[in-house]
């Protein structure tokens, strides 16, 4: 069992759809969790960090986790042609003290103007 | 500022060569890590570096890889003997402190290795 499943997608939505992206995970020792955005080509870019249950927003990006079941999103509001891209879930243990993170495979999102 | 560099952006190599990947991180960052992303595979964790010290290697193949991050100059992934499996790209990633707390890691735009 992968210690984080997220779906590959693709998924492709209209533009001004609400987008959702999950992933769950398996091991309770991750304590932090991220999203996030990679473009073609380039290195990932971090969206969105939080540490607690519950929900963050930013903007048109609210992350959610669920520690009771392990289970995170995020939900893109008002999607634009400009947020395709793949979207990976991210963690990291409470130990060790520094960022060895534990990424999802990423999902594919395409938005069509 | 400039952000995480890493070259070459692509590199080719036969079988049985050497692969020489270079990262300079963020100014003021001391802390570097790889990751590789291989087709179809999210990415994994190779190895943490601080500056002259190897943190953890624990997703590193015990063969062929080898990491430093010398007091001078930038990070270097070394890959000795390349093979068709290491096809991938190779992202490397920066921080200031480390800490997981509320701290980004900056990544570069990777370095894409094609084993011929």
């Known amino acids: 069992q992968k210690e984080v499943e997220q779906d590959p997608g693709p998924l492709s939505v209209p533009e001004g759809a609400i987008v959702s992206l999950n992933c769950t995970y398996s091991n309770s020792a991750f304590q932090y969790f991220m999203w996030y955005r990679q473009y073609s080509r380039k290195g990932p870019e971090l969206l969105m960090y939080t540490y607690s249950s519950g929900n963050k927003e930013d903007g048109r990006f609210t992350a959610q986790v669920d520690k009771s079941s392990k289970y995170i999103s995020l939900f893109i509001r008002d999607s634009q042609p400009s947020d395709s891209a793949t979207y990976l879930c991210a963690v990291v243990p409470f130990s060790g003290g520094y960022q060895k993170v534990t990424f999802g495979i990423g999902t594919k999102l395409q938005v069509i103007p | 500022n400039a952000g995480v560099m890493q070259n070459p952006r692509h590199l080719v190599r036969r079988r049985g060569q050497e692969a020489r990947l270079r990262c300079s991180p963020m100014?003021?960052?001391?802390?570097v890590y790889w990751y590789r992303q291989l087709p179809e595979e999210g990415l994994k964790f190779m190895v943490y570096?601080?500056?002259?010290?190897?943190?953890?290697e624990s997703g590193m193949p015990k063969e062929r890889f080898s990491a430093e991050f010398p007091k001078e100059g930038p990070s270097i992934l070394r890959i000795q003997q390349v093979v068709r499996g290491d096809s991938a790209a190779y992202f490397c990633?920066?921080?200031?402190?480390?800490?997981?707390?509320?701290?980004?890691?900056?990544f570069g735009s990777g370095t894409q290795l094609s084993v011929l």
């Open positions: 990633a920066s921080s200031p402190t480390g800490q997981p707390t509320n701290e980004k890691l900056f």
């Open positions: 100014k003021g960052h001391s802390h």
């Open positions: 570096l601080q500056k002259e010290n190897i943190i953890d």
